[in-house]
């Protein structure tokens, strides 16, 4: 591995996203030909979210290639941030699938007497797709906490909305064949307000880590615990982190005593930059030789 870019990492989510791709397609085929045909709204509102999944793991595809490159002499840092704006375009594509499906199913709401009834192969077909994609979600999910990756982790979740959406299009399959023909409709109103919701959750905090959002205090706190318990580290102040795809930037200031040579203080700062590294899903520790006098650090301690 080199500049924190694991090729493993890499082809893993390649490998994980052409399963999506190859699962999506299949049922995009199918909702389309049996919503169509069995009269269900519901299954063609899903078969348009699931074809959103076909263009989100495009994109996948695309940023996963683009964050495995290194750095060149125009990106410096790397290429991780493409993840995160990946991770931001699956919120944009979820929340523009989402409003439309509410649109088009108000719209049916409005004259309920237009639809067709619903024929029972609808329902074969809904249940088919939930135990596609809630196996689909496990297996991504599985994959993305191995390797921390936030775009595989939102793309499996992605899955998941996907497997709900196809529990609540089921159901007012369901309540539609048992009579109730506002169900279908319903059903296809609910689904289109999962997928908003998820799409807003994964926009929001994609975007807040492309404004070089810090990490969480638990994992900057063990950053710091990292860094004092370094032999020859007797402080550190102004320490600063930022979120570059999933990997994440340390900046430091690091106290110790100020007879040392510079030799033996570049060397106590190499041990604690590789001690954060070996820890942390971190690319980089950047250090800062602060020269104090010991009696007085261990004081403030």
């Known amino acids: 591995m080199q500049n924190g870019l694991d090729p493993v990492r890499y082809r ?6 052409l399963v ?3 699962v999506n397609l ?4 199918i909702q389309v ?7 269900s709204q519901a299954l063609v509102a899903d078969a348009i979210h699931t074809l959103s999944d076909l263009l989100a793991d495009g994109v996948v595809l695309v940023a996963n290639a683009q964050s495995g490159k290194a750095p060149d002499a125009e990106h410096q840092y790397g290429h991780l941030r493409f993840e995160t704006a990946a991770s931001m375009i699956l919120g944009v594509l979820l929340l523009a699938v989402g409003i439309g499906m509410l649109w088009k199913a108000f719209g049916n709401l409005q004259d309920p007497g237009s639809m067709p009834p619903v024929h029972y192969a609808a329902l074969v077909v809904a249940l088919l797709a939930i135990a596609c994609k809630e196996s689909l979600f496990r297996y991504m999910l599985k994959v993305g906490e191995r390797f921390r990756s936030t775009m595989l982790i939102a793309n499996a979740w992605h899955a998941r909305s996907d497997a709900a959406s196809s ?5 007012g399959i369901v309540a539609s064949l048992a009579g109730f023909p506002m169900a279908d409709p319903l059903a296809a109103l609910v689904v289109g307000l ?5 799409g807003w959750k994964f926009f929001s905090t994609s975007f807040a880590d492309l404004m070089d959002r810090a990490v969480d205090t638990e994992t900057e706190t063990r950053i710091r ?6 032999p020859g580290v007797l402080g550190i102040h102004d320490l600063k982190t930022r979120k570059l795809g999933d990997m994440i930037w340390v900046e430091v200031d ?5 007879s040392l040579s510079i030799a033996e203080g570049h060397e106590i700062a190499v041990q604690a930059r590789a001690r954060v590294m070996e820890n942390e899903h971190v690319l980089d520790v950047m250090t800062h030789f602060d020269p104090v006098d010991p009696d007085e650090a261990r004081f403030r301690q």
Do not use: F
């Not at 030909?33 to 009269?39: C, K, N, P």
């Not at 529990?167 to 159901?171: F, P, R, S, T, Y």
């Open 33 to 39: 030909i049996v919503g169509l045909l069995a009269h």
């Open 20 to 22: 999506s791709v190859a």
């Open 167 to 171: 529990l609540v299009v089921a159901l």
């Open 254 to 258: 690091i106290e110790m005593d100020g």
């Open 194 to 198: 999962m997928i908003a919701r998820m």
């Open 26 to 29: 299949v049922l995009t085929i």
């Open 12 to 17: 893993a989510g390649r490998t994980t996203t």
């Open 225 to 230: 615990g990292h860094l004092l318990a370094t």
